[in-house]
């Protein structure tokens, strides 16, 4: 299979006997060339020694007297978020062990955007060998933001860092010219959605991110999503589940949901509730889905056989930031992941 995403480090990780990802030397040594750690012109003696030292030991301690030692405050900064991820990373035997630490303990003190890249790594491992560019497109979804825009009931997700970057309204890849307000939200533009027709030219532009995903219902977007998802889920706690794509609840028996992100945990949590719900905010629900446990004795007892509901919604700023971590947090299973 063509190789895909190799901004995510994958190449630099190893496989352990359990098929789970072991971080490297050489993985840990990616975030010193990040260029909020690489050095500058102006940078002092001490901060060019730390950084060097650092290359030759990516593991090695910090004592917090020596960051105090830096000239630059923003660098100081800078090395404590990245050396308290780095600890957490390297305390466990695993890049998913510790993805689950993190999203279990908190990441209080660790830029969320590490915690991004764990889940880009990740997928990138468990999706290896994927042959549909569709659920890879949607697999973005778990790690990248997304701005969202609605056309006559096609659901459209463009990457929110590469829009941003092209704000100027230069050219934009394939997707040509996006023209952008002051406050940068989307105009009304031709956008190069990915379809069965351009779907093959995701392998060589995989790490550009500048693929429109529709997410309507019934489109192969949302059901790429679907298979993603099960696929997050099955990779973490080996429990098989099937997701399927509804246009709503009708279930009277309704016993357990979740939301993919924050907007849509709230709202759910309101649904269920019987709490009224606007219609504006109603709106912002882009997607439901009925997830089902293939072996019903990895549900908790009380809730055993019956479906659990997932939400995504937008933000009112039409934006999606699907966090990951609640499929394993917040689903019914009968031992933790």
Known sequence: MP???RSSGYHLLEIDADGWLRPSDDFLRAYLLRPELVPVEESCGEELRLH?????QPRREVEAARLERLADPDARDNYRAMLRFRDRLVALPTVEAAYLDLVRGGIEGIPPLFLDQLAHVILRHALDGCADPFRLRAAELLFREQRVTIQEGAIMLADEETVTMHATGQEFGSLGRLLLDNDLALRNVELDVMDEANAHAYWQRSD????VLDLGFTRPGLDALCRVLETWVRHFTAVQVGIQQVQKISDERWVWHLGLDVEASGLLNDLYDGREVGEDRLGRLLSLFRLEFRD???????????????GLAMSEGQRVKLKPQNLLLNLPFARAA
């Open 296 to 310: 019903a004795d990895a549900m908790l007892a009380q809730v055993r056989g019956r479906p659990v509901y997932l």
């Open 52 to 56: 060097q030292e650092l290359l030759e």
């Open 3 to 5: 190789d895909f995403w």
């Open 208 to 211: 550009r991110f500048d693929w």
